[in-house]
């Protein structure tokens, strides 16, 4: 894209439409992003600069179930059933420390299916819940007045699936 200029002696000549962002030069139809800003799009318009915005939703969830963009601008929340780490204070024989301990988290499908008994129609239906499938036994230690320590063993879960729920559940 090209204007019209006069140069010092009122001469006409041709300039090509540019555009500078963070001292650097853009052509007309360029389109680039800010490392600094990932939500931010620019382009190079005759009128200048043009920017545009991506607007995000913003769901509530842990960092860790944070899904990210392609441009690490929005997420979604990875909701499926999973163990989720927490650490958790403990106090055991007046000793102290701190446990990395999972918990299975997250959304299980809702099953239901038609049944037909002694002549009558009716939905049955079955609630599945995020439940261990998995874990192994791991090691920690406290620490315990006069700066000795204690050994202890905690359950972590390493996987966690979809069943149906039971009651005690």
């Given at each position: 894209?090209?204007?019209?200029?006069?140069?010092?002696?009122?001469?006409?000549?041709?300039?090509?439409?540019?555009?500078?962002?963070?001292?650097?030069?853009?052509?007309v139809?360029?389109?680039?992003?800010?490392?600094?800003?990932?939500?931010?799009y620019?382009?190079?318009?005759?009128?200048?600069?043009?920017?545009?915005?991506?607007?995000?939703q913003?769901?509530?969830?842990?960092?860790?179930?944070?899904?990210?963009?392609?441009?690490?601008?929005?997420?979604?929340?990875?909701?499926?059933c999973?163990?989720?780490?927490?650490?958790?204070?403990?106090?055991?024989?007046?000793?102290?420390?701190?446990?990395?301990?999972?918990?299975?988290?997250?959304?299980?499908?809702?099953?239901?299916m038609?049944?037909?008994?002694?002549?009558?129609?009716?939905?049955?239906s079955?609630?599945?819940?995020?439940?261990?499938?998995?874990?192994?036994?791991?090691?920690?230690?406290?620490?315990?007045?006069?700066n000795?320590?204690?050994?202890?063993?905690?359950?972590?879960?390493t996987?966690?699936?979809?069943?149906?729920?039971?009651?005690?559940?």
């Open positions: 894209m090209t204007y019209n200029a006069t140069d010092c002696c009122d001469m006409k000549i041709c300039v090509e439409k540019t555009c500078e962002y963070n001292n650097r030069i853009y052509k139809g360029d389109e680039w992003k800010d490392p600094s800003n990932t939500c931010s620019y382009k190079c318009e005759k009128s200048g600069i043009t920017i545009k915005e991506k607007v995000c913003v769901p509530d969830c842990d960092e860790k179930l944070r899904i990210w963009d392609e441009d690490h601008c929005c997420y979604t929340c990875n909701r499926t999973q163990p989720v780490e927490t650490t958790q204070p403990v106090i055991r024989d007046n000793c102290n420390g701190n446990l990395t301990i999972t918990q299975c988290q997250g959304y299980c499908e809702f099953q239901s038609m049944m037909y008994s002694a002549g009558v129609y009716e939905m049955d079955k609630c599945k819940c995020c439940q261990e499938e998995d874990f192994e036994i791991r090691n920690a230690t406290l620490t315990c007045p006069g000795t320590f204690k050994a202890v063993s905690y359950k972590y879960i996987s966690c699936s979809c069943e149906i729920c039971t009651e005690d559940r």
